[in-house]
């Protein structure tokens, strides 16, 4: 037995784990709601799917949108668009079982690209900011700043460090062992609620996710807020009220995707894991995971004059 024992020890040490499936508690354990928030959800999810597919393909169809700001927003959409669909597929099926399993594998699997799609948002959000800084402190030098080349750069720097900061978090999960619990209190398989299970030490994991998730939310946060302060400066040299008012209402849309998304996280992965519950952590993620993905589309173009003539152009043909 005590042989036995030690080889059913060595094996979970070389596997990472003894579970092989996990259970997802999903939003709530109330009947009478699964059905409502199975049609929520899916609503949700088409609005998300149908508008940010639909700017994509306005940008790409229309040649006066490829400009920089709307080549961040293409990447913002397109990111907006998998983001969701890494969990929410998964998460209407579960609305329509009693026991909502994932596999180990399956598990990891979405942890790792829900953590890339939201790294990599944290970089899109402070691209657009850094547009529209150079756009508004610095017209005259747009086109030149704002070239292509530095774009893509942008762009591969975001990829980048969402790559990183996905393989860092996925790398320290599968480090850790999970004995016989398996019960995930949570709708996917998200940071923290998968830590909890571990009957081994995670300290190191805590400790990961403070640095890796600080450094994604602080660095965005700190250059979308320095970006903001010359915006404002400049906007209040602007003699007349319209110029100010045109000058603010290209930003207000961006100021209110960074509120909600950066806000969200923030509250969810810049505390102890012990802290608060994972209800308000379960809310917490339907902000930047559904809410946000499904509105981004919708303030960026109901909005936006130049979105509007696209689409009317594009339906005219």
């Known amino acids: 037995m005590l042989i036995q024992l030690k080889n059913l020890k060595r094996m979970a040490l070389e596997n990472g784990s003894f579970v092989t499936d996990f259970i997802l508690l ?16 899916l609503i949700m999810y088409v609005t998300t799917a149908l508008g940010n597919l639909g700017l994509v393909t306005l940008i790409r ?4 949108l490829h400009t920089p700001m709307y080549f961040f927003l293409f990447n913002l959409s397109f990111t907006d668009l998998c983001y969701a669909s890494v969990f929410t597929p998964k998460m209407l099926i579960n609305f329509t079982l009693e026991k909502n399993v994932i596999s180990y594998r399956g598990c990891m699997t979405q ?20 547009d529209r800084y150079t756009a508004i402190c610095n017209p005259l030098l747009y086109n030149t700043v704002m070239s292509p080349r530095v774009c893509l750069s942008l ?31 949570h709708y996917f398989c998200d940071i923290l609620p998968v830590m909890q299970l571990s009957c081994t030490s995670t ?45 603010l209402s290209t930003c207000s849309s961006h100021i209110i995707a960074v509120t909600l998304f950066f806000g969200s996280g923030a509250f969810m992965y810049l505390k102890p894991s012990s802290a608060g519950s994972m209800d ?13 993905p499904m509105m981004n589309p919708l303030i960026y173009s109901l909005r ?14």
């Open 203 to 247: 300290y190191v994991n805590e400790l990961e996710v403070l640095i890796v998730a600080g450094i994604n939310i602080f660095v965005p946060s700190v250059t979308i807020f320095v970006s903001y302060g010359y915006i404002l400066h400049s906007v209040f040299h602007i003699s007349s009220a319209e110029g100010r008012s045109k000058a």
């Open 155 to 185: 762009m591969l720097g975001s990829y980048l460090m969402a790559f990183s900061g996905a393989m860092a978090h996925t790398g320290c999960m599968l480090r850790l062992t999970f004995c016989d619990t398996n019960t995930i209190n």
């Open 61 to 64: 169809l229309n040649s006066h």
């Open 26 to 41: 999903g939003l709530t354990n109330r009947p009478d709601l699964q059905l409502p928030l199975l049609f929520l959800f």
């Open 111 to 130: 942890l790792y690209f829900y953590s890339f799609f939201g790294i990599f948002e944290c970089y899109v959000l402070t691209a657009m900011a850094y």
């Open 280 to 292: 308000q952590g379960k809310i917490s993620s339907v902000f930047y995971t559904n809410v946000v």
């Open 304 to 317: 936006n004059k130049d979105v509007k003539l696209a689409l009317r152009k594009s339906l005219s043909k």
